[in-house]
């Protein structure tokens, strides 16, 4: 009996899936529904502006995807004692200077759909609208761009990634295109310069990496290594919105070669299980499988994690992953422009990019992830306090956008701390 009692661990182990007996994440592929989501949006339009609150909660409808889900069960978020009522809120509206309300900005101003407010990791704010459930991941588009960075960093710290070298020297099948000679790795990281690609040449891109219909030869890295593809110029920085380009693809491929491993796993190994994720996280491919650099989904509990994640990380002592000199270099008030670029008015004085995040002006040690469509992440490090929006903006973003999110987070920030100290 006591033979038995020894030998069923043992059983048990070996009928478990190979990712859970190595304590790893469970990754799924999933096929995308031939049939979309009925029969007004295709693959053409789901993310047309119109589209939007359907198309980036609905990826799977038009494009395959990764699901993975985490090896350690989720530590719920906890409701503060005191609850945020946004409607109570005041703030002065910046599109016409008028007093509104919180819920009317969002709302109105922003096309909000989603927003989570985070302080000591409590939630003190949590509302949804127009269709979004808490369970449901949404996608981050350019939103992702920083967390390759992230991951990028990451692979710097453990030995993977050399950043001084060439992105030849990481992924040798692009050995030659003689033109990433001149593209570091350090350069992919910051995401501070792009590569100057014709409207056709984006269309093409998109193509084949499955974002919109039309013909395509390939997936997106025989795209990448296309014959001269990378003879060309850095594009003016100055209108640089750190969105999802080929330059992006760029370093997945860069990080899925230095673990030898797909994208999917590195990212699981490396943020996945330190977020603990509550929901399902989605990681949108090409036809052949092959990650890309904006298909990253995650719900907008999971989203508030990551700013969790980032603040914990500069508290902590030595139980962190990423390095100390990366959160110090995304607050660091040094060296700051005077003037923000063009793809930052709006923003307090000050801001601007660093490694795909916005390093934010005014008060100090504060950051954000701005995607697309108003959907943004801010972490307020020396208040812990996170701020998570999924909305339906119908532009990449605007100044009027921007500044109403300045105003936003402002309030909110106050709202949360007790009366003598807003």
């Known amino acids: 009996m ?5 030998l069923l661990p043992l059983l048990l182990l070996s009928q478990a899936s190979p990712a859970q007996a190595a304590g790893q994440c469970a990754i799924e ?21 119109e589209n939007l609150r359907i198309g980036l909660q609905s990826a799977s409808a038009f494009m395959p995807l990764l699901k993975m889900k985490g090896p350690v069960s989720a530590e719920l978020l906890r409701p503060a004692p005191r609850q945020l009522q946004l409607d109570k809120i005041k703030a002065s509206d910046p599109l016409d200077q008028q007093t509104r309300d919180i819920g009317f900005l969002l709302d109105t101003r922003l096309y909000a759909d989603g927003v989570l407010v985070l302080r000591n990791g409590k939630v003190w704010s949590e509302q949804y609208w127009h269709g979004l459930s808490a369970q449901q991941p949404r996608l981050l588009l350019g939103g992702s761009r920083p967390l390759l960075s992230l991951m990028g960093v990451l692979a710097v710290a453990q030995g993977k990634l050399w950043p001084d070298r060439s992105i030849i020297r990481h992924v040798p099948a692009l050995s030659a295109q003689t033109g990433l000679r001149k593209l570091s790795l350090q350069r992919l990281l910051e995401a501070n310069s792009r590569f100057n690609w014709s409207a056709q040449e984006i269309d093409d891109w998109q193509a084949t990496s499955g974002w919109r219909s039309g013909k395509t030869s390939g997936d997106v890295r025989s795209w990448l290594n296309g014959p001269d593809r990378w003879e060309r ?7 640089n919105t750190v969105d999802i380009e080929p330059d992006a693809d760029l370093l997945t491929w860069a990080l899925a070669e230095s673990y030898r491993v797909p994208l999917a796993q590195v990212f699981c190994d490396n943020l996945l299980i330190k977020l603990r994720p509550e929901n399902p996280v989605l990681w949108l491919t090409d036809a052949q499988g092959t990650e890309l650099a904006g298909g990253l989904a995650l719900s ?9 994640m980032l603040i914990e990380a500069r508290n902590s002592s030595s139980r962190s992953k990423i390095p100390k000199w990366f959160i110090e270099t995304l607050n660091a008030s040094g060296g700051l422009r005077k003037t923000n670029s063009p793809a930052l008015a709006g923003l ?3 801001s601007e990019y660093r490694y795909g995040f916005v390093h934010l002006g005014g008060a100090p040690n504060r950051i954000a992830i701005l995607g697309p469509y108003g959907n943004s992440l801010y972490v307020d490090f020396d208040r812990r306090l996170v701020i998570a929006l999924f909305a339906s903006y119908p532009r990449d973003r605007s100044a009027g956008m921007l500044a109403t999110l300045e105003q936003v987070w402002e ?8 009366a003598g100290k807003r």
Not at 39 to 47: F, G, S
Not at 300 to 307: E, H, M, N, S, V
């Open 2 to 6: 006591k033979f038995w009692l020894t």
């Open 29 to 49: 592929p999933v096929k995308s529904n031939a049939q979309g989501t009925g029969p007004w949006i295709d693959r053409e339009n789901w993310l047309a502006p």
């Open 233 to 239: 110029d850095f594009a003016d920085d100055t209108q």
């Open 300 to 308: 907008l509990r999971d989203f508030a994690r990551i700013g969790q």
């Open 348 to 350: 307090k004085k000050g």
């Open 411 to 418: 309030k909110l920030a106050s709202a949360t701390q007790p």
